[in-house]
């Protein structure tokens, strides 16, 4: 099962048609589950072959764009956003919602994962804007800790536009799941020029997921994110994404996408 992150930039002047945009994740990505952020479902709905949980009010105050998770090749999505009653459940509340949607995964007849799809609104607790997700990517982990103390924890993703560099990235988040990217650093070429890279000054292996611009000398960053339960390291069998594997991406969007195979 192929799981991917990717901002195709709906809310502010889209590069490519938003029905382009849902091809590519299909044909372009190849993926079994998508987690779109700052994502929409086309006009005229969910296109052919996908099945999707949103928001449909998007974040908000005429923004009708967010976090939106996606499947297909009869993968079922289970909206779990705002919680499950009962036993083995858990509570949640949002502070932004439309920025997070969550899923439990079902293949063939069992669920195999749960994903929580995150974008980091780059915004205080006040509405200010403060240009990352330093405010809200902890205050959205801190609303997730009854997920993640679930038994849905052990299956868990969660995955997107973080709006922080590496070396930005809240320490408790690692210290209770695995960056997949860092964890497989060691298999691909440094990246020349991480912006805030956690490395401290060694070759790293980040991905450039996002380019601010069109400018040759746009910052080189890694905002967008995939963390996995340590329960499932033994199932994730492929981790790739980013401009280097995704030749001519910034002509479609500023983010490249970020994918994790999963074989259960």
């Known amino acids: ?52 949980v949103w928001r449909a009010e998007g974040i908000g105050e005429r923004r009708r764009w967010g976090t939106v998770i996606a499947a297909r090749n009869g993968v079922e999505l289970v909206d779990v956003t705002n919680g499950v009653d009962g036993n083995g459940g858990f509570v949640i509340s949002h502070s932004w919602p439309g920025c997070v949607t969550i899923v439990d995964v079902v293949q063939d007849g069992e669920t195999v994962l ?32 009854d997920l993640i103390n679930s038994p849905r924890g052990q299956r868990l993703v969660v ?42 000054g060694e070759p790293c292996g980040h991905m450039w997921t996002h380019k601010n611009g069109n400018s040759d000398n746009a910052a080189v960053q890694n905002i967008d994110y995939v963390f996995i339960a340590p329960e499932l390291a033994g199932v994730c069998v492929d981790v790739y994404g980013g401009e280097a594997d995704f030749q001519g991406i910034w002509n479609v969007s500023d983010h490249a996408p970020v994918v994790v195979e999963f074989e259960f």
């Open 159 to 200: 995955t997107g536009d973080f709006n922080l560099w590496p070396r930005d990235m809240p320490e408790e988040l690692y210290e209770i799941m695995i960056d997949v990217v860092e964890d497989t650093s060691d298999t691909r070429e440094p990246l020349e020029g991480c912006s805030g890279c956690s490395f401290d």
């Open 1 to 52: 099962m192929k799981i991917a992150t990717w901002n195709i930039k709906q809310a502010v002047a889209p590069k490519k048609p938003l029905e382009d945009l849902w091809d590519f994740a299909a044909y372009g990505i190849d993926a079994d589950v998508m987690v779109f952020t700052e994502g929409k479902v086309p006009a005229d709905g969910v296109p052919d072959g996908w099945t999707a």
């Open 114 to 145: 749960t994903i929580a799809g995150v974008y980091g609104i780059t915004q205080d607790g006040d509405g200010n804007k403060i240009g990352s997700g330093a405010y809200s990517v902890p205050t959205i982990l801190n609303e997730l800790v």
